[in-house]
Every structure is written in C-alpha cells, then in structure tokens.
T-cell receptor, first 114, second 111 residues
Framework: NAGVTQTPKFRILKIGQSMTLQCTQD?????MYWYRQDPGMGLKLIYY???????DKGEVPNGYNVSRSTTEDFPLRLELAAPSQTSVYFC?????????????FGPGTRLTVT | ELKVEQNPLFLSMQEGKNYTIYCNYS?????LYWYRQDPGKSLESLFV?????AVKQEGRLMASLDTKARLSTLHITAAVHDLSATYFC???????????FGQGTRLTINP
C-alpha cells in the first residue's frame, strides 16, 4: 500500500492564481481531511469528508473548495491564491470512529504564494 | 470553541534526563492523540488515548490521559538524541476525528 499520497510536493503561485492539490489514499478509508500547517504552528482543519459525495467545513475553510467523487480521491482547490495561503498542506484519511481511531497523514505539499 | 494548549513550547534537555510535556484542552473530549514531526516531514502517530486513565508506552515515551482534568502528559525517560523532534497533541472535536492540534513542543536533546 502506498498509503496517502499528495501531489505536488512543492508549488509557487502568484497572487490571484488557482491550483488544485491532489490527495489519494489506497486504504479504503471513508474519512478524509485537509489540514494546513503554518510555520511554527499546529495543524488546522480546512475541510473534511465522511464519504464520497459528502464534504463539510473545518476551522479555516475560507478561500478553499473540495470535492469527493470517489472514495480514494479528495482534491483541494485554491481559488484566487493569497499570501495568507502560504503554508504546508497535509491530507489525511481514516476509518470511521469505532472501527479505528488512527489518522494517517500524507507527506504534505509546501505552497508559497508571492 | 475547543482550544488545545501545550507546554512548554520549547524544551532543550540533556541526554539521559527525564522530562514531561503537558497538553491541556478546554472542552470535554474522550480521545487524545500524540504525534511526532521531524523537520520538513509529515506527522508520525505515537499514541491514541481513548479513555480516562489510559496509559500507553513505547520505548522511552509514555503518554497518559486524565479526561476529568482535561490533561494529557507525554513523559520522556532517559532521553536520547534521536527523540529530538516537534511533538504535537491533538484532541478529537465532536467525535468525528476532526482533530484540533496544540502548537507543538519543539524538543532538542543535546549530547
């Protein structure tokens, strides 16, 4: 199993550009998450999904959109990139609570907006 | 609003010493997570504590949970250089595994 994979690893965007961060998991997990980590800080939840077709906002959803058309994929869309979105983005996945409580993280995407 | 606070935020210690990292959280939660992060890397799961009084140990690390005090501790015994990393605690918000993270404790262990 590859686990949780993310692409790209690094990206530099200009202000106002858009991009999609890709996340794929091969563990058949129902739940998927997007977090951001600012320098020297803990992670903050952007969006999450409990299954295909179901998404909901986390703590810091503004400026982002998500979709979940398959169990495996959970892309994160940035529209009109701003310097405040410079961060490291982590995707994670898990089984529903009760079956397991482990959350598995991808390697991250380092995004700079200038 | 659920808040998670760790202390200390920075810790420099010598090999062979013992120390404890504290994690306080503001509202009721039954699950607490500890992660390790090396510079430029992703998060590595250390422990998941599921109930009051839970204690888990792995090597030189031991974690405990007191849900009544809303406090978890990560105890390091006889520290070695390889344990240098940033340690995060996280609390499960509303039972949906939507984790709220502390700021992290940057641990440096000197020979």
């Amino acid at each position: 199993n590859a686990g949780v994979t993310q692409t790209p690893k690094f990206r530099i965007l200009k202000i106002g550009q858009s991009m999609t961060l890709q996340c794929t998991q091969d563990m058949n997990h129902n739940y998927m998450y997007w977090y951001r980590q600012d320098p020297g800080m803990g992670l903050k939840l952007i969006y999450y999904s409990v299954g295909a077709g179901i998404t909901d906002k986390g703590e810091v959803p503004n400026g982002y959109n998500v979709s979940r058309s398959t169990t495996e994929d959970f892309p994160l869309r940035l529209e009109l990139a701003a310097p405040s979105q410079t961060s490291v983005y982590f995707c994670a996945s898990s089984f529903p609570p009760g079956r397991s409580y482990e959350q598995y993280f991808g390697p991250g995407t380092r995004l700079t907006v200038t | 609003e659920l808040k998670v606070e760790q202390n200390p935020l920075f810790l420099s210690m010598q090999e062979g010493k013992n120390y404890t990292i504290y994690c306080n959280y503001s509202t009721t939660s039954d699950r607490l997570y500890w992660y390790r992060q090396d510079p430029g890397k992703s998060l590595e799961s250390l422990f998941v504590l599921l109930s009051n009084g839970a204690v888990k140990q792995e090597g030189r690390l031991m974690a405990s949970l007191d849900t009544k005090a809303r406090l978890s501790t990560l105890h390091i015994t006889a520290a070695v250089h390889d344990l240098s990393a940033t340690y995060f605690c996280a609390v499960d918000r509303q039972g949906a595994q939507k984790l709220v993270f502390g700021q992290g404790t940057r641990l440096t262990i000197n020979p």
